[in-house]
């Protein structure tokens, strides 16, 4: 990972308000902990020298748990964040947001 992909900006602020459901962001942390556990145990298959291909089937579960954590925050964001701020005339979100997309994907 590039320095730029690991930079979280402490300053971005957008003009709307963020609001995330306390629901919402259970369930998003309990899938980021299961990908971590499930990355700490690809550590352990490469520590242990467990059959390469293995290994890659177990990162290809994570690539997938990641996209879809990912896409799952897309949907929200848009159904409530975007949907504000376009409600506001906050342009700027909506282009912040178009770019996170594009690297995200």
């Given at each position: ?47 242990e020298d467990i059959d390469c291909a293995d290994v890659l089937v177990q990162i290809a579960a994570i690539r997938s748990a990641l996209n879809g954590l990912g896409k ?34």
């Amino acid at each position: 990972m590039s320095e730029e992909t690991l930079h979280i900006d402490e300053h971005h602020e957008h003009a709307h308000s963020h609001y995330h459901s306390p629901e919402e962001k259970k369930r998003q942390i309990n899938r980021i902990n299961r990908i971590s556990g499930h990355l700490a145990y690809v550590k352990r298959m490469i520590e242990e020298d467990i059959d390469c291909a293995d290994v890659l089937v177990q990162i290809a579960a994570i690539r997938s748990a990641l996209n879809g954590l990912g896409k799952e925050i897309i949907n929200e964001h848009i159904s409530h964040c975007i949907y504000h701020a376009i409600e506001d005339g906050d342009t700027h979100a909506v282009e912040e947001f178009q770019k996170a997309i594009q690297k995200f994907m």
